[in-house]
């Protein structure tokens, strides 16, 4: 399918949500939006994601006023906090410890503006559960680098998949772009 131009654009530095959004054939660019991507004192998963993705894509909105624009955050969500990105191996490694033999959850919110401005929002939710890691096995995945930059220091579509015993929802989304969401949303405003 091929569009003359483009008139979406994707509000975020991951490749992985580039990658899954080019699965879709809507030509778009890419805008890097540069936010602090921290939680706020007591913000809970859900809140934080829709707050970031729609920063995001506000700063893409500003700078391109008549596209369309979508952003997204990913969360990991363990024993009631939330698992930041890390480029710090000690902090993977316990990161990794957290998820060892347990059930976590991933909200990715997503803020969608259309041409005219309005902008949509969504959190979607995926349950994943890592088998019991011993040290050796968080030891390889360390080594792969993988982890680096990844909400719960992981990447479901590396090594870690390896870790997952039960995934509940859906797999982009882990990723950190719903592909059935993003679909949907890309077919109702023509751009498909």
Avoid at 35 to 50: A, G, N, R, V
Avoid at 82 to 98: G, P
Avoid at 124 to 142: A, G
Wanted: charged share 30%; glycine share 4%.
């Amino acid at each position: 399918m091929d569009k003359q131009k483009k008139e979406l654009v994707l509000s975020s530095s991951s490749k992985n949500r580039k990658l899954i959004l080019e699965k879709t054939g809507v030509p778009f660019e890419v805008f890097t939006p540069e936010i602090c991507e921290f939680p706020l004192e007591k913000e809970d998963p859900i809140h934080m994601t829709k707050r970031l993705s729609f920063e995001k894509g506000l700063l893409a909105k500003k700078k391109f006023k008549k596209k369309f624009i979508i952003s997204a955050d990913t969360a990991v969500f363990s024993r009631k906090k939330i698992i930041n990105k890390t480029r710090d191996i000690a902090q993977a490694t316990l990161n990794l410890k957290i998820l060892s033999g347990r059930r976590h959850k991933v909200y990715t919110g997503i803020t969608f503006f259309t041409n005219s401005g309005k902008y949509y929002q969504y959190v979607c939710k995926s349950i994943v559960k890592f088998k019991l890691l011993d040290d050796k096995d968080i030891e390889n995945y360390i080594n792969t680098n993988e982890w680096k930059d990844c909400a719960g220091s992981y990447s479901i579509q590396g090594f870690a998949e390896s870790f997952v015993e039960l995934l509940s929802g859906s797999y982009s989304n882990v990723v950190g772009l719903p592909m059935h969401k993003i679909y949907n949303l890309l077919k109702n405003n023509k751009l498909i």
